[in-house]
């Protein structure tokens, strides 16, 4: 009798340990939770993978916890819970996750699998990138933490070395108001045209802003961050504000031409979204400049 | 590699020789389970939704090795007779394709929401599209299967309770207050 090779290709790690031994001694063996992209590429033949190792067994990646300052997200918390249950901690992501695909594909699609296939179009980037994120990525070598800003390296590329799992993203707690804005062609169901996340952290006056589908990664937007807000006389912001803000976020952007739109719409929409961001997170953490 | 399931509320084995068979492909090719349809194999059209331990999903991305010991519910097995009967009194069926998806969106819609509005209709339905009907005609359906579904919970003189525990997919609901015209729905419906 020959050994059951077919049972060995699909392995259901009930933790995190097991998966990680799992991933070392079988480095074929290709990470799937969602399935929500890499699904497609088996049912279109673009990928055959001899093996697959399942992430959706293991209860501490599909767990979130309060961490005080932060939230600690499982990899595998799915969309649809980060829009249900995180709503009013994390509103930027929560926003994010809301326009993800359809409610099929956000009952699947999980954050750790948008980081992992790492397109620059990934709906959940620019929020982490507007908050300061931090990704907690493990092997059976051990644990590391990278901070978001550095985890991109290139289109689908981040810094996930083989045998490595992404098991939680920690994301600071919301200090003040958070925008996500998107363009697309309809309101569900599209890859980014061009998206834009702001936090305003009212503890620390500061801005953090997060620019997806507009450059070879989701971009920060640091010399936009660094404008200067009237902090001690809120009435005192204005449209010209808002619009150099939208110019420096389109200056941070390094778009180009694809099927989905121009590089220069793309710049254009940026600075339009980033302005009403602005306006938005203004008015919302100090009222209307006629209610002043 | 052999996996097994429950589909509908049976005990089902699929023997799959790859690891990436999606369920999809599973249920239509292996199983013969033809209810659930196929068309764009990417997730963008909700042709092939079924309910995956209660959840809405697109089965063609969901890999049938990731379902050992997990519920799936499809057309046959998700949708209360009063949804399947609305989409039919309000013409919400032409070609019929998207319907068996559509079906059970509705079924998983109706369970959260039992009087959901047009925005939230909208919103539940985005995944699952139709080329036929214009949508219209498929927001009527699920207003009238609403008001049927739940006219006849009070009629029971019984509590609601969600819908897929006490509506069985072969049960005999009253249908009489549905819309026998798709034109009378815009009068019932709220």
New interface residues.
Partial sequence: MTAPQATASFYRPADLGEALRDLAAHPEAVPVAGGTDLMVAVNYRHTRPAAMLDLTRIAELRAWSDEGAAIRIGSGVTYARICAELATVLPGLAAAARTVGSPQIRNRGTLGGNLATASPAGDGHPPLLATGATIEIASAAGRRTVPIADFFTGPKRSVLEPGELITAVIVPKALGPQQFLKVGTRNAMVIAVCSLAVALDLDARRLGTGIGSAGPTPLTAPDADRIELPWARPDLFNDALAEEFGRRVAAAARPIDDVRGTAAYRRHALAVCAARALRRVWTAAHGTEAGR | ??VELRIDGEAAVAE?????E?LLSTLRDRLGLTGTKNAC????C?SC?VL?DG????S????T??C?GREVKTVVGAVPRPVRDAFIACGAVQCGFCTPGLLV?VA?LLEREPDPRDAQIR??L???LCRCTGYEKIIDAVHAAAEAMSSEAISDGVPRVPARSHLHHNQWINVSNIPRAAGDSTEDTP
Avoid at chain 2, 16 to 20: E, H, L, T
Avoid at chain 2, 55 to 58: L, Y
Avoid at chain 2, 60 to 63: F, G, H, T
């Fill in positions: 590699m052999r799959i020789d790859r690891p990436g999606s194999e990417q997730g963008e909700g939704t995956l959840d809405p999903v697109c063609c991305l969901v890999a090795a990731q050992e969106s998983d919103e539940a985005a995944g699952n």
